[in-house]
């Protein structure tokens, strides 16, 4: 504190008398006087490491291009990270696409068409903005190659969207599964029109 | 001695208050229903001007500019002419700027609703009003300068320096942030583009806050906190260091409003860096504020005023932390476009410009009319019901904030994006906005009992219209003055060196983004806009959507999962202006318009954006973005197309010249082209309409980086 800093005796000044620290002379500005206060020590430590990570943080950059700082490099890093961790993403050409009849991923399938295709095709598969599911009508065949092909690549053009960045080729042949297996041959409560060949 | 009687003009300081609590009733008031309409998204009934998209700036400019601006000005008009024992130099400048000021904020509460905007994020006022505040701010600055020229006292005090740094650093960035060229009265496009218009607005815009909500708010803070207290300045040295260091410092962190965007590493490591080492500098104010009050803390617990102040002092520490937190890449990868960022800002807006400003009232209300205040138990309510507020309104944003960026980056163990659809990501955090709707009643509600106290507290007294004083006639020569002592005792250089210290940053940080060719990479195939989706983006621009939807997809898987191929700075090249966004309220429209095949991201069909736009909860139940039914009814305004083209033209975006003459033929076959196909799906509309031009815009975004392919 600034009570030590008195070094000429001979010096008028004055202190504060509630902080017993020392006013600057001749300070006075509409009656607002000012402390002869050194700054706080951890507030300058504060400023100075702050410079230093500052200093360290642009010679990475600029000198030796770290690779997280570099945006592109931070990219392809974490983009690669994800390629290694995805072993079975690279079978996706090898899934095999068969007819799926046992309970439990048919369940897992009701579960994705309540929660997405529902929607459009509501929960009994009576059909809404997209078509029937229950009737002998198919648009694009009736096959579980064809529905699975319809639910990864979607049909722009109507409104039917790609779900193959969204369910897994497990959860898509679920689904397509649960349509064939359950919702085909069903009554639904207001079946909309047939659209497509009859099979 | 030979001692001077002159007087102090109460009367502009008066008016300035009365400004001040009109124009914050009214921003909150404003904000209030902007909060309401993210939790009721049909309130505003397709009205145009009602809407989020429109009322939003409509709130940020009343708040910054109408409250804390006429705050601000309060207090230099009372504090100035008693910190240099002399009255403001001119009653007519002084007018000129009060009057000018409330009509500026008059004609942005007229234009900012009907949609006449430039987007950029504070600084939405059209050219015509941005001359005017040209103009009001020289004829303030003026008035302020020559006050100092006239003082009685040598040295100029911190408070002084923090408004003479706020002149200069405003004017600056006012002017280099608002080049343009009109296209008619009401219209014009920036001579920036892409990330160099987006480089310019953020300088500005961060600037906005350090040097408008922050540096003149520290003068009133050095000011009113001894006054009120009666207590010293806890540290001259500490003014000193922190106020040179902090102007200094602050202009250089503008960037990071764009880190992870398409501006090149070494500018965005230049913004993360200045805004760590503004810790310190920040909290050389704050703790100037607090330890100021050492001794006087008995008097805290009992005046509201000096209550508001810890307050405000406190949020104020608070926010200069997070900010630079904030400005650490890590950590705004997870917080940037969502709601942490609307946490942050409020604690700065309502806690520290806000409470500082209705301390400075409290006290200085009963001081202008020679009274006591009516109620110190109801300034006591407010006190407590606006601490609460705020906490009720940033609290429930800050978990919004991070629970949505976690679900947007969540993979499942397949590696798909685990919430692809946006809107499970904003239903989830619907009862957070809820609960900053509440805060913010609650806050306003403090408001208006501040307004009923302050009322009747000036019915209470008489008006105070002059004060007399005295002071001696000349200055005491001091000798053996320090440097920066010396510098006090002269305000022009002082004026030159804060002008000097604020430009360097700027400086070094813009210039090298226009010389340097590798910072925006040319990519051959991307194309101007067509006259229609010229037409369509000033419509976009216009709605203010670009308020809730980016246009600037981040390196980052998840976004690359999500919306597609992330922003390139090639792409933005004729953006005038550019339009990436601060917030997703929605998804990111970045690449609304492609179909690459690859990506999630896929083209939606006019029929889906047509219906969508006139009615979004049709197409999403949970849908809160607002009907825009008038853009299917409306006529689009053709008028100064070919203006539009050329002032584009001279811009910088090449327009074959002569292409005015064509570009109304181009812009009605585009129309019919998407007239047609909108036709064939079942859905009646003309030509003519808005909505096709807008389409026609969301169609193309994006989309040039796949044209070869």
């Given at each position: 504190?600034?009570?030590?800093?008195?070094?000429?005796?001979?010096?008028?000044?004055?202190?504060?008398?509630?902080?017993?620290?020392?006013l600057?002379?001749?300070?006075?500005y509409?009656?607002?006087?000012?402390?002869?206060?050194?700054?706080?020590?951890?507030?300058?430590?504060?400023?100075?490491?702050?410079?230093?990570?500052a200093?360290?943080?642009?010679?990475?950059?600029?000198?030796?291009n770290?690779d997280?700082?570099?945006?592109?490099?931070?990219?392809?890093a974490?983009?690669?990270?994800?390629?290694?961790?995805?072993?079975?993403?690279?079978a996706?050409?090898?899934?095999?696409?068969?007819?799926?009849?046992?309970?439990?991923?048919?369940?897992n399938?009701?579960?994705?068409?309540?929660?997405?295709?529902?929607?459009?095709?509501?929960?009994?598969?009576?059909?809404?903005?997209?078509p029937?599911?229950?009737?002998?009508?198919?648009?694009?065949?009736?096959?579980?190659?064809?529905?699975y092909?319809?639910?990864?690549?979607?049909?722009?053009e109507?409104?039917?969207?790609?779900?193959?960045?969204?369910?897994?080729?497990?959860?898509?042949?679920?689904?397509v599964?649960?349509?064939l297996?359950?919702l085909?041959?069903?009554?639904p409560?207001?079946?909309?029109?047939?659209q497509?060949?009859?099979? | 001695?030979?001692?001077?009687?002159?007087?102090?003009d109460n009367?502009?300081?008066?008016?300035?208050?009365?400004?001040?609590?009109?124009?914050?009733?009214?921003?909150?008031?404003v904000?209030?229903?902007?909060?309401?309409?993210?939790?009721?998204?049909?309130?505003?009934g397709?009205?145009?001007?009602?809407?989020?998209?429109?009322?939003?700036?409509?709130?940020?400019?009343?708040?910054?500019?109408?409250f804390?601006?006429?705050?601000?000005?309060?207090?230099?008009y009372?504090?100035?002419?008693?910190?240099?024992?002399?009255?403001?130099?001119?009653?007519?400048?002084?007018?000129?700027?009060?009057?000018?000021?409330?009509?500026?904020?008059?004609?942005?509460?007229?234009?900012?609703?009907?949609?006449?905007?430039?987007s950029?994020e504070?600084?939405?006022?059209?050219?015509?009003?941005?001359?005017?505040?040209?103009?009001?701010?020289?004829?303030f600055?003026?008035?302020?300068?020559w006050?100092?020229?006239?003082?009685?006292?040598?040295?100029?005090?911190?408070?002084?320096?923090?408004?003479?740094?706020?002149?200069v650093?405003?004017?600056?960035?006012?002017?280099?942030?608002?080049?343009?060229?009109?296209?008619?009265?009401l219209?014009?496009?920036?001579?920036?583009?892409?990330?160099?218009?987006?480089?310019?607005?953020?300088?500005?815009?961060?600037?906005?806050?350090?040097?408008?909500?922050?540096?003149?708010?520290?003068?009133?803070m050095?000011?009113f906190?001894?006054k009120?207290?009666?207590?010293?300045?806890?540290?001259?040295?500490l003014?000193?260091?922190?106020?040179?260091?902090?102007?200094?410092?602050?202009?250089?962190?503008?960037?990071?409003?764009?880190?992870?965007?398409?501006l090149?590493?070494?500018?965005?490591?230049?913004?993360?860096?200045?805004?760590?080492?503004?810790?310190?500098?920040?909290?050389?104010g704050?703790?100037?504020?607090?330890?100021?009050l050492?001794?006087?803390?008995?008097?805290?617990?009992?005046?509201?005023?000096?209550?508001?102040?810890?307050?405000?002092?406190?949020?104020?520490?608070?926010?200069?932390?997070?900010?630079?937190?904030?400005?650490?890449?890590?950590?705004?990868?997870?917080?940037?476009?969502?709601d942490?960022?609307?946490a942050h800002?409020?604690i700065?807006?309502l806690?520290?410009?806000?409470?500082?400003?209705?301390?400075?009232?409290?006290?200085?209300?009963?001081?202008?009319?020679?009274?006591?205040?009516y109620?110190?138990?109801?300034a006591?309510?407010?006190?407590?019901v606006?601490?609460?507020?705020?906490?009720?309104?940033?609290?429930?944003?800050?978990?919004?904030?991070?629970?949505?960026?976690?679900?947007?980056?969540?993979?499942?163990?397949?590696?798909?994006?685990?919430?692809?659809?946006?809107?499970?990501?904003?239903?989830?955090?619907?009862?957070m906005?809820?609960?900053?709707?509440?805060?913010?009643t609650?806050?306003f509600?403090?408001?208006?009992?501040?307004?009923?106290?302050?009322?009747?507290?000036?019915?209470?007294?008489?008006?105070?219209?002059?004060?007399?004083?005295?002071?001696?006639?000349?200055?005491?020569?001091?000798?053996?003055?320090?440097?920066?002592?010396?510098?006090?005792?002269?305000?022009?250089?002082?004026?030159?060196?804060?002008?000097?210290?604020?430009?360097i940053?700027?400086?070094?940080?813009?210039?090298?983004?226009?010389?340097?060719?590798?910072?925006?990479?040319?990519?051959?195939?991307?194309?101007?806009?067509?006259?229609?989706?010229?037409?369509g983006?000033?419509?976009?621009?216009?709605?203010?959507?670009?308020?809730?939807h980016?246009?600037?997809?981040?390196?980052?898987?998840?976004?690359?999962?999500?919306?597609?191929?992330?922003?390139?700075?090639?792409?933005?090249?004729?953006?005038?202006?550019?339009?990436?966004?601060?917030?997703?309220?929605?998804?990111?429209?970045?690449?609304?318009?492609?179909?690459?095949?690859?990506?999630?991201?896929y083209?939606k069909?006019?029929?889906?954006?047509?219906?969508?736009?006139?009615?979004?909860?049709?197409?999403?139940?949970?849908?809160?973005?607002?009907?825009?039914?008038?853009?299917?009814?409306?006529?689009?305004?053709?008028?100064?197309?070919?203006?539009?083209?050329?002032?584009?033209?001279r811009?910088?975006?090449?327009?074959?010249?002569?292409y005015?003459?064509?570009a109304?033929?181009?812009?009605?076959?585009?129309?019919?082209?998407?007239?047609?196909?909108?036709?064939?799906?079942?859905i009646?509309?003309?030509?003519?309409?808005e909505?096709?031009?807008?389409?026609?815009?969301?169609?193309?975004?994006?989309?040039?980086?796949?044209?070869d392919?």
């Amino acid at each position: 504190m600034a009570t030590d800093n008195i070094k000429n005796q001979n010096e008028d000044y004055e202190l504060d008398t509630l902080t017993n620290e020392r006013l600057i002379k001749d300070h006075d500005y509409d009656g607002i006087r000012e402390l002869d206060n050194d700054l706080p020590p951890w507030w300058k430590w504060l400023f100075y490491i702050s410079i230093a990570f500052a200093i360290v943080y642009l010679v990475r950059l600029f000198v030796f291009n770290a690779d997280d700082l570099v945006q592109k490099a931070e990219y392809k890093a974490e983009m690669e990270g994800f390629e290694k961790s995805q072993p079975e993403k690279v079978a996706e050409a090898n899934f095999e696409v068969v007819l799926l009849t046992d309970d439990a991923s048919l369940a897992n399938g009701m579960a994705t068409w309540t929660k997405i295709c529902a929607a459009c095709h509501l929960v009994d598969g009576g059909g809404l903005v997209g078509p029937n599911m229950a009737d002998n009508f198919w648009i694009h065949g009736n096959k579980v190659e064809d529905l699975y092909n319809i639910a990864t690549q979607g049909v722009l053009e109507k409104g039917m969207l790609p779900y193959k960045d969204q369910l897994s080729n497990k959860e898509r042949l679920e689904v397509v599964s649960y349509i064939l297996v359950k919702l085909h041959g069903t009554t639904p409560a207001t079946p909309k029109a047939p659209q497509g060949t009859e099979y | 001695m030979n001692l001077e009687k002159f007087t102090y003009d109460n009367r502009l300081s008066k008016m300035f208050m009365f400004a001040t609590i009109l124009w914050g009733v009214v921003g909150m008031l404003v904000g209030l229903t902007a909060a309401f309409e993210l939790i009721f998204p049909t309130m505003s009934g397709g009205i145009s001007w009602l809407s989020f998209g429109r009322l939003r700036p409509l709130h940020t400019n009343a708040a910054i500019f109408a409250f804390v601006g006429n705050g601000i000005f309060t207090a230099i008009y009372y504090s100035t002419p008693r910190l240099l024992k002399t009255p403001m130099y001119s009653k007519l400048l002084g007018n000129i700027h009060f009057w000018g000021w409330q009509l500026i904020i008059v004609a942005a509460a007229l234009t900012l609703p009907l949609g006449l905007t430039q987007s950029k994020e504070y600084a939405e006022l059209i050219w015509p009003i941005d001359l005017a505040v040209v103009v009001v701010w020289v004829v303030f600055g003026i008035n302020l300068i020559w006050t100092i020229l006239n003082r009685r006292i040598k040295h100029i005090y911190v408070s002084i320096w923090f408004y003479i740094a706020t002149w200069v650093t405003v004017a600056v960035l006012y002017i280099v942030n608002n080049l343009q060229i009109p296209t008619s009265l009401l219209h014009s496009y920036p001579i920036y583009a892409g990330i160099q218009d987006a480089l310019v607005q953020w300088w500005y815009g961060h600037n906005a806050v350090a040097f408008f909500l922050t540096t003149p708010v520290l003068g009133m803070m050095y000011y009113f906190i001894p006054k009120v207290s009666n207590r010293p300045v806890y540290s001259y040295k500490l003014s000193i260091i922190h106020f040179w260091a902090l102007i200094f410092l602050y202009i250089w962190a503008g960037p990071h409003h764009l880190l992870y965007s398409s501006l090149p590493d070494w500018a965005q490591a230049l913004g993360v860096v200045f805004s760590i080492m503004l810790i310190a500098p920040s909290w050389g104010g704050m703790i100037n504020g607090l330890l100021t009050l050492r001794g006087a803390w008995d008097k805290v617990r009992e005046d509201p005023v000096l209550k508001m102040f810890v307050v405000a002092v406190t949020a104020y520490g608070m926010s200069t932390f997070e900010g630079p937190m904030l400005s650490l890449k890590s950590v705004n990868a997870l917080s940037h476009f969502t709601d942490w960022t609307i946490a942050h800002v409020h604690i700065g807006t309502l806690g520290w410009n806000a409470m500082m400003t209705f301390g400075m009232i409290y006290w200085l209300a009963p001081k202008l009319f020679k009274t006591k205040i009516y109620s110190v138990k109801l300034a006591n309510v407010h006190f407590w019901v606006a601490t609460l507020g705020m906490l009720f309104f940033s609290i429930p944003l800050y978990f919004a904030g991070f629970t949505q960026s976690l679900m947007w980056k969540e993979f499942t163990t397949d590696g798909l994006l685990t919430y692809p659809d946006f809107l499970e990501t904003v239903t989830q955090i619907m009862p957070m906005y809820y609960l900053r709707a509440f805060g913010g009643t609650l806050y306003f509600i403090g408001t208006l009992l501040f307004v009923y106290n302050i009322i009747k507290t000036v019915k209470s007294g008489s008006f105070l219209a002059t004060e007399e004083d005295e002071a001696p006639a000349s200055f005491k020569s001091h000798e053996n003055e320090g440097w920066h002592r010396k510098l006090e005792g002269r305000p022009v250089q002082f004026t030159i060196a804060a002008l000097v210290v604020i430009l360097i940053g700027g400086l070094i940080e813009i210039v090298p983004m226009y010389l340097v060719k590798s910072n925006v990479k040319t990519i051959s195939s991307v194309q101007p806009y067509s006259p229609l989706e010229v037409e369509g983006r000033d419509i976009y621009i216009r709605e203010g959507c670009y308020l809730c939807h980016s246009q600037m997809i981040r390196p980052f898987r998840s976004e690359v999962a999500r919306y597609g191929e992330y922003s390139k700075s090639g792409e933005s090249v004729y953006d005038h202006p550019f339009l990436f966004g601060s917030k997703r309220t929605g998804p990111d429209l970045a690449r609304e318009g492609v179909n690459d095949g690859v990506v999630n991201s896929y083209r939606k069909p006019n029929s889906w954006h047509f219906n969508h736009l006139v009615d979004p909860q049709k197409m999403n139940t949970a849908s809160i973005m607002p009907q825009y039914p008038y853009l299917a009814e409306n006529a689009l305004d053709v008028s100064i197309l070919e203006s539009k083209i050329s002032t584009l033209r001279r811009v910088g975006v090449p327009y074959p010249e002569g292409y005015e003459d064509s570009a109304l033929a181009d812009l009605a076959a585009q129309a019919k082209k998407i007239g047609d196909d909108l036709r064939s799906s079942g859905i009646n509309v003309d030509d003519e309409a808005e909505i096709i031009a807008l389409i026609a815009y969301l169609q193309r975004l994006g989309t040039d980086l796949y044209k070869d392919k």
